[in-house]
C-alpha cells in the first residue's frame, strides 16, 4: 500500500494565529512609530507650529511701525499764501541815487558767478527748502540752506567792504535782511518744527527771507550800478 505524503502546510488554526500575532505586532510598532513622528513633526499636535509661534513673537515691520510717524525730511506747511520775490526787489528804482562806487562793474562781475552757483546748488524761491509751502520748511534741511544763505550775504558784503559806506545801499539793507532772518531761523531752532502756532509763523517769515536769499543779493548788486 502505498506511503501517504506529509503535509507541510500547517494546521489552518496554527496558521491563523501566526497572522494574528505579526498582524498584532506590526500594528504596534506602526502606532508608536506614527506618535513619535507625531511629536517630532514641525506640525504635530504636541507643539505650536514655527509658522504661527514666529507670527505671533515677531515684532513689528519696520515699515509698519514707521507708517503712523511722520519722515524727518518733512514738517507742517503753512496754509498762508507767500508772494514771490517780485513784491520785494526793483523797489530801489525809486529811491534817490546815492553814491556811485567807480569799480560798481567789477563789483558786480564778481557777484553773478558767486549767487548763480549758490542759487542752482541750494535752490531759490519756491525751490528752496525753506519757502513756506513746502514740506522741508521747518526741518534741517531748511537750517543747512539758511547757513548757506547767511554765508553768501557776508561774502557779499566782502566785495564791497573797501568801497564808500554811502555806496551799495541796497546792497548791504538786503544782505542785513537775509543775515537776520538766517541767524533768526538758526537760534530758534526752526529745523526742528516748533509745536507753537506763534512760533512756526515766526519760522516761516524767516524762511521765507532765506528763501529768497540769492535773488536779493543780486538785486543789491545791481543796484549798485545804479548808485543805489
Not at 127 to 141: A, Q, V
Amino acid at each position: 500500500m502505498p506511503r501517504t505524503a506529509r503535509s507541510n502546510r500547517p494546521a489552518p488554526l496554527a496558521l491563523l494565529a501566526a497572522v494574528t500575532a505579526v498582524a498584532a505586532s506590526l500594528g504596534g510598532c506602526s502606532s508608536s512609530d506614527g506618535k513619535a513622528d507625531a511629536a517630532a513633526s514641525p506640525s504635530g499636535s504636541g507643539s505650536a507650529s514655527p509658522s504661527t509661534s514666529a507670527a505671533a513673537s515677531a515684532p513689528a515691520s519696520p515699515s509698519a511701525a514707521n507708517s503712523q510717524a511722520p519722515s524727518s525730511g518733512q514738517s507742517p506747511q503753512s496754509t498762508r499764501t507767500w508772494p514771490d520775490v517780485s513784491t520785494v526787489i526793483m523797489k530801489w528804482r525809486d529811491q534817490p541815487r546815492g553814491v556811485a562806487a567807480p569799480d560798481a562793474e567789477a563789483v558786480h562781475a564778481k557777484s553773478v558767478g558767486l549767487l548763480n552757483d549758490a542759487e542752482t546748488r541750494y535752490g531759490s524761491e519756491k525751490g528752496s527748502k525753506c519757502w513756506p509751502e513746502r514740506p522741508t520748511s521747518l526741518t534741517e534741511l531748511c537750517t543747512g540752506n539758511a547757513a548757506k544763505a547767511a554765508e553768501a550775504a557776508k561774502t557779499s558784503l566782502s566785495l564791497i567792504a573797501h568801497e564808500n559806506q554811502g555806496s551799495f545801499a541796497t546792497l548791504r539793507a538786503n544782505a542785513d535782511k537775509v543775515a537776520k532772518a538766517a541767524g533768526f531761523y538758526e537760534s530758534r531752532s526752526c529745523g526742528t518744527a516748533p509745536a507753537g502756532q506763534a512760533e512756526r509763523d515766526a519760522c516761516w517769515d524767516a524762511g521765507w527771507t532765506v528763501a529768497q536769499a540769492y535773488p536779493l543779493l543780486r538785486d543789491g548788486f545791481n543796484a549798485g550800478l545804479q548808485a543805489r
